[in-house]
Structures are given as structure tokens and as C-alpha cells.
């Protein structure tokens, strides 16, 4: 288990900056536990990989300190901060077999022969290419390349392993599995891990815990099923899972709970999380799996009449497309239990949710301290 009482790594009062004027890393305060699995989510430009560079030591903060086990390492060396990195690309050796490519750190820290090949045989097993280590890189699949290039970051024991976009080569299916791996192994070794990915689902599956990064400022950062349940602003609610959007006025609020009026759609009741006051608009958020579809009248405190737009059938689920509240892109989604592959489009159905279940939210904005 991460060990959350002290920070492995801090980052404090964090910026960058390239060009002097615009911020792509706007006052990060972040600490990662020792043992902890962390990913920094975020789209393209959010400010996660450079905010990953700085901690590598391939990019300086141009305001504020980075801390590894309490120490300092803004002007560390990259290789002298003890760090294994595994990259997208894998950057393997194309002309040194496998075992080789798992040697060349070891004698960089000038380790003996038989120590040597110990850790390579230990590290080649944990990613289950044992047989594998005569192979040059050009011999091996995608998955079992990124395989190697996971063995050669753990193979010095190292205190802190990164990694970028590492699955972001591979299908969907070996994607998955080397999900599944990463985690395994991580569980195994208790070693920290810090994660870069745009993709949510990878997040999700793989973390202890996950900072939404957005604009240069972490969003969120909290466990998987708090972010997934308990988004705290618009954007996280729409970045993690999938998610309705109903825009609204406030037209009252109950203390946890309040009332907003959306466009065309008559009043919802909604949990109040950020709410200004009345008068003002919201967001409201809505995963469609927490939608009920024809529910028995007065079962529900929020029921509406729909249309059905569109269904579309992905096997093991079904998404209906229905016009609801002033949207026509309201989805509904279903078990696929009764092999359900037709719904007639322009029929009228109603659809209800739980007060619980829809959560008003303000735009993101402002920078959030996120310590521990």
C-alpha cells in the first residue's frame, strides 16, 4: 500500500514557462506517496508530460522546487537522480540483443558481471521473456518490445519509475493486457510510478490515484472511483467516462441539494456541488448508465418526456439516443440483457434519474493546491 503519511515526490509552486509569457505549468503543488501508482490524465497541451519531464530532468521548472525522498533535484542531473523512464517509442537499442539492452544500465552504475546477469534473468522473468534475451528488438512484437522496455527500467532497482504514453503504440486488446501487466508488477514490486496518459480508461484501471490536468492546472486528484463518481467541476466530469451534459440556471438551492431550470426541459433536481448562487448557470453532469428508461411515474424525482433518436448496438450494451431538457445528444445506456437491437426512432419514451445521480458543477477555473 502507498504510503501517504510522507511525499516521495513533491512538487512545489511548479511553473514553466517556454516562451516567458505563456504558463504551461501554472503553480503545481503535488505530492506523490512512496509506493504509489499516480497518473497525470489530461488531453494534448494540458501540461502533464512536461510537468513529467521536469520530475525527469529533461525539462527545468522555471519557478519552484521538485523534491525526491525530501531532497531537492531541480538542477540534478537526469542520470544521477536514480529514475527509470519508459517511453512510447520504447528507444531500444536496435543493434544490441535484449539482454543487452537490460545490461546497458547496470554498467553505466558499473555493477559486476554475475550481478549482471542476475538482474537480467530476474527482470526478463518478470515480464515473462526469459527465452527472449538472444532477440534483438527488430524480433520481437510491439507488445513484447514494450515488454523489454519495462524490464530495463525496473532492472536497476530503481527508486522512481516514469513512464510516457507507454501503451499508446499498441491495439486496443494488447493495450489491455499490458495494462493489466504494468499494474500486476507495480503490485508486485511496491515500486512509485508516475504514468502519463490521455486515455481515461487506462487511468482508471491502472491507479491509486489520478490528477486530471487541464490548461497547466490540476483539476482533480483523487482516487479512480471518487473522480469517476464525485467529479469536482464540468471538465473532469466530461474527461472521466462518459457523460450527459445539461446546461441550466439555478433557481434555487436547498442546502446540499437545488433546483435548475434547464432550456426547454422544465426544472431538475440536482446535487448543489458547485453552485454560486441563484440566478447564475450551471452545468449539469449525468452518466447515462445512471439513466432509467420508462420508470414507473413518481419513482423518480427527475422524470422527463424523451424522443428516441438513435440506438446503437455494441454488443454487450446499448446506447439510446434520445432528445430530452432542450439536448437531442442525451444518451441512455443499457445491459444488452434481451438482445435488444431495435428501438423505432420518434418514439416517445420518459427517462428519470436520482437526485444523487446529477450533480450541478461549475466551469473549472483558478489553480487548486493539491497537496496529499
Not at 516562451?19 to 506523490?32: K, M, Q, S, W, Y
Not at 426547454?264 to 453552485?275: D, M
Not at 450533480?359 to 483558478?366: I, S, T, V
Request: hydrophobic fraction near 40%; proline fraction near 6%.
Amino acid at each position: 500500500m502507498p504510503d501517504y503519511n510522507s511525499a516521495f515526490v513533491k512538487f512545489l509552486n511548479v511553473q514553466k514557462t517556454y516562451d516567458g509569457e505563456t504558463l504551461v505549468v501554472r503553480d503545481i503543488n503535488l505530492d506523490v506517496a512512496r509506493g504509489e501508482f499516480l497518473t497525470m490524465l489530461g488531453p494534448s497541451g494540458s501540461g502533464k508530460t512536461t510537468t513529467l519531464m521536469m520530475l525527469a530532468g529533461f525539462e527545468a521548472p522555471t519557478r519552484g522546487s521538485i523534491f525526491l525522498e525530501g531532497r531537492p533535484i531541480d538542477k540534478m542531473p537526469p542520470h544521477k537522480r536514480d529514475i527509470g523512464m519508459v517511453f512510447q517509442n520504447y528507444a531500444l537499442f536496435p543493434h544490441m540483443t535484449v539482454a543487452e539492452n537490460l545490461a546497458f544500465p547496470l554498467k553505466v552504475r558499473k555493477l559486476g558481471r554475475a550481478e549482471r546477469e542476475a538482474r537480467i534473468k530476474r527482470a526478463l522473468e518478470m515480464v515473462r521473456l526469459g527465452p527472449y534475451g538472444g532477440r534483438r528488438p527488430a524480433q520481437l512484437s510491439g507488445g513484447q518490445q514494450q515488454r523489454v522496455a519495462l524490464a530495463r527500467a525496473l532492472v536497476f532497482d530503481p527508486k522512481l519509475v516514469l513512464m510516457d504514453e507507454p501503451l499508446g503504440a499498441l491495439d486496443k486488446q494488447l493495450r489491455e493486457q499490458m495494462q493489466l501487466e504494468i499494474k500486476h508488477i507495480h503490485e508486485d514490486l511496491g515500486v512509485t510510478v508516475v504514468y502519463v496518459t490521455h486515455d481515461q480508461a487506462e487511468a482508471l484501471t491502472m491507479s491509486d490515484r489520478i490528477a486530471v490536468f487541464n490548461d497547466g492546472v490540476i483539476q482533480q486528484l483523487a482516487k479512480p472511483v471518487e473522480l469517476y463518481e464525485r467529479p469536482c467541476n464540468a471538465f473532469v466530469a466530461q474527461f472521466i467516462g462518459e457523460n450527459n451534459r445539461l446546461p441550466g440556471k439555478v433557481v434555487a438551492v436547498n442546502g446540499v441539494t437545488c433546483t435548475v431550470e434547464v432550456p426547454g426541459g422544465g426544472n431538475v433536481q440536482a446535487l448543489a456541488i458547485n453552485v454560486e448562487a441563484v440566478g447564475r448557470s450551471t452545468i449539469l453532469s449525468l452518466r447515462p448508465e445512471r439513466v432509467r428508461l420508462n420508470p414507473q411515474p413518481g419513482s423518480l424525482p427527475n422524470i422527463f418526456s424523451a424522443r428516441i433518436e438513435e440506438l446503437i448496438y455494441l454488443g454487450d450494451q446499448v446506447r439510446i439516443r434520445v432528445s430530452v431538457c432542450g439536448q437531442s445528444e442525451f444518451v441512455v445506456k443499457l445491459p444488452n440483457l434481451e438482445g435488444m437491437t431495435q428501438a423505432e426512432g420518434g418514439a416517445t419514451i420518459t427517462v428519470g434519474w436520482k437526485v444523487e445521480d446529477c450533480r450541478a458543477l461549475d466551469e473549472p477555473g483558478g489553480t487548486l493546491d493539491l497537496k496529499q
